[in-house]
């Protein structure tokens, strides 16, 4: 099993930056990607990046140039620095890792979510 604690969320005005923190805790030795989803009332769960174990990254187009992911596997942490957020960036951020148990495939896993809020 894999737990996941997010951090960081809260509200700015547009223009600001917040960064998000997920710490990852129980089999974190199998985790191969992680990364941050979002979801806005009334949408879709979106994909915002995605960070493999070696380091591929992979953006949402709507947050390409402003948005960076990292991951420091020391301290089995995702990091997700928001820059120049819009309103529409507005929407709960929920941490998703990858585990890959040998032999019977990969499983995800979801942290709680964090409230990212952007006023205009």
């Known amino acids: 099993q894999v737990q996941l604690v997010e951090s960081g969320g809260g509200l700015v005005q547009a223009g600001g930056s917040l960064r998000l923190s997920c710490v990852a805790s129980?089999?974190?030795?199998?985790?191969?990607?992680m990364g941050w989803y979002r979801q806005a009332p009334g949408k879709q769960r979106e994909l915002v990046a995605t960070?493999?174990?070696?380091?591929?990254?992979n953006y949402a187009d709507s947050v390409k140039g402003r948005f960076t992911i990292s991951r420091d596997n020391t301290k089995n942490t995702v990091f997700l620095q928001m820059n120049s957020l819009k309103p529409e960036d507005t929407a709960v951020y929920y941490c998703?890792?990858?585990?890959?148990?040998?032999?019977?495939?990969?499983?995800?896993?979801w942290g709680q979510g964090t409230q990212v809020t952007v006023s205009s």
């Open positions: 129980g089999s974190t030795f199998s985790i191969n990607n």
């Open positions: 998703k890792a990858i585990r890959r148990v040998a032999g019977f495939g990969f499983y995800p896993y």
């Open positions: 960070i493999s174990s070696g380091g591929d990254i």
